[in-house]
């Protein structure tokens, strides 16, 4: 099963919308019939055509600009729930749109895409006002994911401090995680894998992203390491119920959903 | 002075350009001797010659007299010679054949002198009371008929200090040129050593990575001003070639990796129609062939940007932090596996660099310990050398031969055995490549058994400690306010 094969028009499956309503705010949940907008400025026509037919497929509404002046317009002039830049582009590049587009205090999530995967150019890139950093190129799962984390951002509920996906429940200020009011003992990493889960419950989360941000480290582990660490936190929340509720995304990564 | 300028002063001496110039001094401090000595020669040989030829003039003056006047008139004409107001340096005395004084201002004939009609020197102790002569006279003697002697000659104490002082003024007029020559060395080895030290910073830095580096051009008219215009040219064109390799690579990322994802993308796409198992296990194999291949493509190219990396984007590393991090990450794959793993971090050392490179070398080293290990333990340490940090990686595993030790840490090298364990056999040579751009030395040795990897990292000179709180990395900056924004 993979990410692609997901309703899109919102976020994740039908299924997860009134459980994740409980823990998570989503405002756009209201007018989930209007397909979210998404605007991509890149240059390459093939890049270009991968990105919209792909992002068409899942649901979105997808505007597109092949150089930095009909880009920057778009994304002073129209309003979008998300965009997807490159970082080299003909007219006024990545970095000065996106420059430009805060200036003008247009708070949109940017998901940078570029060639340059040095960890200066990811710096620049989020100091320029990006939101997320993308290398060319990509797994669509993974470009699929990382704008849907973005998307769920945008709606920031920061003051959470009590998450609920299912029967799964995480008290961040007790530290505390129960599951069918069971309590459930986990070790601080393990923690913070769960509530990196749990924040972005119904959406597909990949290995590189669960090494971003439990791990805060920009590299590429050889071996599937996350997947250990995943497989014990597998057998603390599910092993011990009668149902699964981290799923493998095969190809993707992972996902927390409770079974429909 | 203290010892680093102490050191300074040595390194002037040791210097290339100070060997030459003193190999300069030298000969040029020969060659000044050597005119000296010339002049001094042609001068004492002047003044030499004008006391011969005033005693050769006298001698003929008297020969004349002789011939005019006979012995009497000789004797006359000497008389006059050594009148006492008559001031000079003559010297003169006619003896009979038996060596009685008949005229002239020495009492006696010298002894030793041979009667001949040659050049004579000799030391006079005994003067007539007129003149109080004392001291070496050049003299000639030649006889009178009737066994008579005559000897003329010249005090030349007056030419022998004359000769005295020209040796003293040259040897002090050599003493400075040398010492001028060492002097103006000093100063311009220093002046030259300067310049090339400027060129030769600037290649260390451009060597550990900021290849944006450039000699600075002070002159361009003067040799030193077009050496380091060439330098700089080439290191333009240095950094044109390394930014077209760059291209290159970067262009192998989109051309071939672009297409290769799309692949993947395609298969996955065709997966989801797919209901028969078998077709679903090739397709499903394809996926993961197409995925080891974008994972080798991108080890390759962040081999690349790791050893073009610069030290421009180095900050204090929390090796602490980084090592606790990497062990946290790999610790449950170790224990997966059945093997003991342990770290030992000595905290509160100094070490810079990039915080994501050094992680990925580490996690790099770990994973390949824990791959190549069947039982026993893995171990990470951090202890201090020297006052240098050092991550050590040992393991209990096969180890590798000291002869395949260097072949290794080449790209895609893995050695015959370890061929059909999982891995793209870059692992190593991605620490290899931080170890270059961070400077830091990379060990392998035997841990017997095993292996046991060290990085020793190069030495930090004590900074003089701000009151800000040590500098957070940017990625931790970054990933810390996107934490708060979720």
Known sequence: MSILEMPMNGFGATGVRDDLQAAVQLPEIEDADLPMRVLVIEDDRDAADYLIKGLRESGYSVDHAADGREGLSLALSESYDAMIVDRMLPGPDGLSIVEMVRKASIPTPVLFLSALGDVEDRVSGLKAGGDDYLVKPFAFSELLARLEALLRRANPNQENTFLKVGDLEMDLLARKVTRQSKRVYLHPREFRLLEYLMRHAGQVVTRTMLLENVWEYHFDPQTNVIDVHISRLRQKIDKPFDTAILQTVRGAGYKLEPAA | ?486
């Open chain 2, 1 to 486: 002075m203290n010892r680093a300028s102490i050191a300074k002063l040595f390194n002037v001496f040791g210097s290339t350009t100070f060997r030459l110039v003193l190999a300069y001094t030298l000969i040029f401090s020969l060659s000044v001797g050597g005119l000296f000595y010339f002049v001094f020669w042609t001068t004492a040989k002047f003044a030499e010659q004008q006391i011969e030829a005033a005693i050769d003039s006298d001698v003929t003056g008297f020969k004349d007299t002789y011939a005019r006047a006979g012995l009497r008139g000789l004797v006359m004409a000497i008389n006059r010679r050594v009148e006492p107001d008559l001031r000079g340096d003559g010297v003169y005395i006619l003896v009979d054949s038996l060596g009685n004084h008949v005229a002239g201002n020495m009492n006696h004939y010298p002894p030793k002198v041979v009667v001949d009609d040659i050049w004579v020197t000799f030391p006079i102790t005994d003067v007539s009371s007129a003149t109080e002569k004392v001291g070496d006279v050049r003299a000639l003697q030649f006889e009178v008929p009737g066994g008579f002697r005559l000897l003329v000659g010249r005090d030349i104490r007056d030419a022998r200090k004359f000769r005295a002082q020209l040796v003293h003024s040259l040897d002090i007029g050599l003493a400075i040129t040398a010492a001028l020559g060492l002097i103006g060395g000093f100063v311009f080895s220093r002046t030259i050593m300067r310049r090339i030290e400027s060129i030769t910073r600037t290649c260390r830095r451009i060597m550990s990575g900021d290849l944006s580096q450039r000699v600075p051009v002070t002159r361009t008219t003067d040799e030193f001003g077009r050496l380091a215009l060439s330098i700089n040219a080439m290191l333009d064109q240095i950094e044109r070639l390394m930014r077209s390799m760059q291209q290159v690579s970067d262009n192998v990322a989109h051309d071939l990796r672009t297409p290769l994802t799309r692949l993947r993308s395609r298969l996955e796409s065709a997966l989801r129609q797919m209901n028969d198992p078998a077709n679903r296990e090739a397709v499903e194999g394809a996926v993961a062939d197409a995925d080891s291949l974008l994972a080798t493509f991108a080890a390759l190219l962040r081999i690349a940007r790791a050893e073009a990396g610069s030290q421009r984007n180095f900050v204090d590393l929390d090796l602490v932090s980084i090592t606790e991090d990497v062990a946290d990450l790999y610790g449950p794959l170790a224990e997966e596996k059945g093997l003991a793993f342990a770290s030992d971090i000595k905290p509160g050392l100094l070490a810079r660099g990039d915080r994501n490179l050094v992680a990925q070398a580490l996690a790099n080293l770990v994973d390949n310990a824990i791959k190549y290990t069947e039982t026993g333990s893995v171990t990470i340490s951090v202890t201090d050398r020297d006052h240098r940090a050092v991550l050590v990686v040992a393991d209990t595993g096969a180890g590798i031969a000291d002869e395949h030790k260097d072949k290794v840490l080449e790209r895609l090298v893995r050695l015959e055995q370890s061929r059909t364990s999982p891995g793209s056999g870059l692992g190593l040579s991605l620490v290899a490549a931080v170890a270059k751009s961070h400077g830091i030395e990379l060990l392998l040795r035997d841990n017997n058994p095993g292996l046991r990897v060290e990085l020793i990292f190069p030495r930090v000179e004590a900074v003089v400690k701000t009151a800000s709180p040590p500098t957070v990395p940017p990625a931790e900056k970054e990933a810390g306010s996107r934490r708060a924004a979720e």
